[in-house]
Every structure is written in structure tokens, then in C-alpha cells.
């Protein structure tokens, strides 16, 4: 596609309970990124792939958070047990190489809601 | 990755120049300097990028001084569409690739 598309765009669910965001990044781009912007916030990393190399997780704020991208294109943000803390905007994008030589290109976010 | 300091808040008259800066002065030889921007309830947005050299593109201009330890974005003829949060970034060219923001200056273009 023409852009980084993410999806659902708004998401509310019961304290709890598992989510899955999605991210479908640029065709062709080999990194991929997940940030979470939480009201009023800056961005904070939470993890990075990048073609067949092992993930860096460094920024996952707890195990109840993990990722994974399936043939190097989809990826998936999946948040277990969540709770009212987890709400926040998830951000993904993706950039052509691994290196921040290129800009990376944001998708439009998932809004979670935890309740 | 050396850390940078944005002022909060700017104001800038439509039409006339946004000069946004940043200082950066602990950063080494090997790390660039990155701008995005993010408009109110979207992604955020590469703007331009530079190591030693001043750059340009369509969207802004990025002059680095001499020592590399501040750098000023510079927006020609600011819009009202202009109005966001501006983040400078410094990293290296490392594998990991990852851009760590800060909280940017948030530039409120004025009619």
C-alpha cells in the first residue's frame, strides 16, 4: 500500500482481557516498528524488527507485551491480561533499511482503551 | 544516543519563517540529527535529517552549526497547517535503528 496501515483504528476493551493491534507496513520496507504515545506524552520504543534478525524487545514494558511479524511483512501487538495503565495510542511504523538513515513512515495509530 | 533540549512551546506568524532550535552538544561523530513532526491526532511525520552539512527539501531546511552542538529547523513561510509538535532527534546509525523522542517543542502557528 501506499502507506503504514494499522488496524482497528479504535479499540475498547474490558480490563483483562487479551487485544491484538495490527500493522501492515510499506511494501518492500524491512523495519518495522512499534512505539505507544500515551495522553499528552512523548513516544516511547517498545520493540523493532528487522528482516530475519532476532527482535530487539528492549522496550516492552512488561511479559504480558509481545510482537511478532509473519514473513517479514505483518506484524502483531499483542497485549495479554490488559489493564487500565495499557491505554494509550500504539503507533507503528516502517522504514526502507535498519539504519535511521531513512525516515521512518508512521501509521495513523490504534487507540486503546482499557476499561 | 546523546540527549537533546527543545524548547516547550513556540509561536510563529503565518507567512513568516518558524526558526524551531535544538541544542545536542553531547553529541559524537557518527550520529545524525532528525526532525518529525506530529499534527495533532496523527503519526508522526519525517521531516529532514543531517550529519555535518545543512540540508533542504521541500518541507524545511535543517542548518547544524559548525561544533555539530545545536542545530535550528527552519520552516520558510509557515502555514497554519504547520501547527505541531516538533521532535529533534539525535542517533546513530546503529542497527537497532531506534529513534527515542523526547517532548518536542510544540509550535502553534498564529493567523
Known amino acids: 500500500g501506499a502507506g503504514v496501515s494499522q488496524s482497528p483504528s479504535n479499540k475498547v476493551t474490558e480490563k483483562g482481557k487479551d487485544v491484538e493491534l495490527r500493522c501492515d507496513p510499506i511494501?518492500?520496507?524491512?523495519?518495522l516498528y512499534w512505539y505507544r504515545q500515551s495522553l499528552g506524552q512523548g513516544l516511547e520504543f517498545l520493540i523493532y524488527f528487522q528482516g530475519n534478525s532476532a527482535p530487539d524487545k528492549s522496550g516492552l514494558p512488561s511479559d504480558r507485551f509481545s510482537a511478532e511479524r509473519t514473513g517479514g511483512s505483518v506484524s502483531t501487538l499483542t497485549i495479554q491480561r490488559t489493564q487500565q495503565e495499557d491505554s494509550a495510542v500504539y503507533l507503528c511504523?516502517?522504514?526502507?533499511?535498519?539504519?535511521?538513515?531513512?525516515?521512518?513512515?508512521f501509521g495513523s495509530g490504534t487507540r486503546l482503551t482499557v476499561v | 544516543d546523546a540527549k537533546t533540549t527543545q524548547p516547550t512551546s513556540m509561536d510563529c506568524a503565518e507567512g513568516r519563517a518558524a526558526n524551531l532550535p535544538c541544542n545536542h552538544s553531547t553529541i559524537s561523530g557518527n550520529e545524525y540529527v532528525y526532525w518529525y513532526r506530529q499534527i495533532h491526532s496523527q503519526g508522526p511525520q519525517y521531516i529532514i535529517h543531517?550529519?555535518?552539512n545543512n540540508e533542504t527539501n521541500e518541507m524545511a531546511s535543517l542548518i547544524i552549526t559548525e561544533d555539530r552542538k545545536s542545530s535550528t529547523l527552519i520552516l520558510p513561510h509557515a502555514t497554519l497547517r504547520d501547527t505541531a509538535v516538533y521532535y529533534c532527534?539525535?542517533?546513530?546509525?546503529?542497527?537497532?535503528?531506534?529513534?527515542?523522542f523526547g517532548q518536542g517543542t510544540t509550535l502553534q502557528v498564529k493567523p
Open positions: 511494501s518492500g520496507h524491512t523495519a
Open positions: 532527534i539525535v542517533t546513530g546509525s546503529s542497527n537497532t535503528g531506534k529513534l527515542i
Open positions: 511504523a516502517s522504514s526502507l533499511q535498519g539504519t535511521t538513515n531513512y525516515g521512518y513512515t
Open positions: 543531517g550529519l555535518k
